[in-house]
């Protein structure tokens, strides 16, 4: 579990920070800038809160990554339209939109990947 615990840390600090470096000085509506705070921190609270885990601990951790997952597959998906659409030019960031995009892409496999980790660990302890 430190594994994941780790992953979380890391997958959760990335959005807060990617967050930030995106949105930095592009005027965007901070209801956009703090939905990755939304999910990111509560990924880096249960993984800290995972030191010592118990059955409730652990659904918290699952739960974390699945709203990770949840919130990340609307923004990857929706980008991969707009991308499709040939809407290069309409994302208000500092980063590149294709490569936003990608970003974003390997974020949401992260959190599937940590979302079924999670869920295996919790069965086996029960």
Same mark, same amino acid.
């Given at each position: 579990m430190r594994f994941w615990r780790g992953w979380a840390v890391l997958?959760?600090?990335s959005l807060m920070i990617g967050e930030t470096i995106r949105s930095w000085g592009q005027g965007r509506p901070?209801?956009?800038v703090l939905d990755d705070f939304c999910i990111g921190i #509560?990924?880096?609270l249960t993984a800290w809160l995972m030191g010592q #885990?118990?059955?409730a601990r652990r659904c918290a951790f699952a739960a974390a990554f699945a709203a990770a997952a949840g919130m990340l597959y609307g923004s990857f998906f929706g980008k991969v339209v707009e991308l499709m659409a040939g809407a290069e030019g309409d994302f208000s960031?500092?980063?590149d939109g294709s490569f936003l995009t990608l970003l974003i892409g390997f974020a949401f496999a992260a959190s599937l990947a940590g979302l079924v980790a999670a869920v295996v660990s919790a069965r086996t302890d029960v």
């Open positions: 997958l959760g600090a901070l209801l956009f #509560p990924l880096v #885990p118990n059955p960031s500092n980063l």
